[in-house]
């Protein structure tokens, strides 16, 4: 049983580049989130998906957009890609809306 | 004022020990709490769910106060491997379930 897989772990971008974090959970769950940790500032959440087809956005959206693409996957876009979206990204999935999440193992991003 | 606080630590202790993290939240209707371990450079995982009357498994307790607004995790006897960030997580169905995580309490367990 997998879990939650991301995809890649480490990127190296440059700035301006664009990217997109993939994420995929095998446990049938509906919710699924990214979150973005960086040092001191513990896990923010960037977007979620309450459910298939749904999306929402977290505390840090600006500079991301996101795409639940079936009840399996939310890939995560940079479109271009600053320094300061530099951090760890987790993806992570939940039965539903207010229940315990899962974490994927994260993508360590470094934009320079 | 952040919606979940906790005191970042570190927390230094010896082997076998007992230490206490409490953590707060700000919106009175955050419904369900957690608290989440998380190892050095790897994702965060559930350690246990926080219940109204107190709930407790092995070595760990944890305990909801929601007159005061806040959680609290004991841990007792520590060992080396409890070495650790501990995640205080909160979750508001008002704000369509979300998770919420404070910064995390770093507690490191020496011999």
């Known amino acids: 049983n997998a879990g939650v897989t991301q995809t890649p772990k480490f990127q190296v971008l440059k700035t301006g580049q664009s990217m997109t974090l993939q994420c995929a959970q095998d446990m049938n769950h509906n919710s699924m989130y990214w979150y973005r940790q960086d040092p001191g500032m513990g896990l923010r959440l960037i977007y979620y998906?309450?459910?298939?087809?749904?999306?929402d956005k977290g505390e840090v959206p600006n500079g991301y957009n996101v795409s639940r693409l079936n009840k399996r996957e939310f890939s995560l876009r940079l479109e271009s890609a600053a320094p300061s979206q530099t951090s760890v990204y987790f993806c992570?999935?939940?039965?539903?809306?207010?229940?315990?999440?899962?974490f994927g193992q994260g993508t360590r991003l470094t934009v320079v | 004022r952040k919606e979940v606080e906790q005191d970042p630590g570190p927390f230094n202790v010896p082997e076998g020990a007992t230490v206490a993290f409490n953590c707060t939240y700000s919106?009175?209707?955050?419904?369900?709490f957690f608290w989440y371990r998380q190892d050095c450079r790897k994702e965060p995982k559930l350690l246990m769910s926080v219940y109204s009357s107190g709930n407790e498994d092995g070595r760990f307790t944890a305990q909801l106060n929601r007159a005061s607004q806040y959680i609290s995790l004991l841990i007792r006897d520590s060992k080396l491997s409890d070495s650790a960030t501990y995640l205080c997580?909160?979750?508001?169905?008002?704000?369509?379930?979300?998770?919420?995580f404070g910064q995390g309490t770093e507690l490191s367990v020496k011999p």
């Open positions: 992570a999935s939940s039965e539903d809306r207010g229940t315990e999440a899962f």
């Open positions: 919106n009175s209707a955050s419904q369900s």
């Open positions: 997580v909160v979750i508001d169905y008002n704000q369509g379930g979300k998770l919420i």
């Open positions: 998906s309450a459910s298939e087809g749904t999306t």
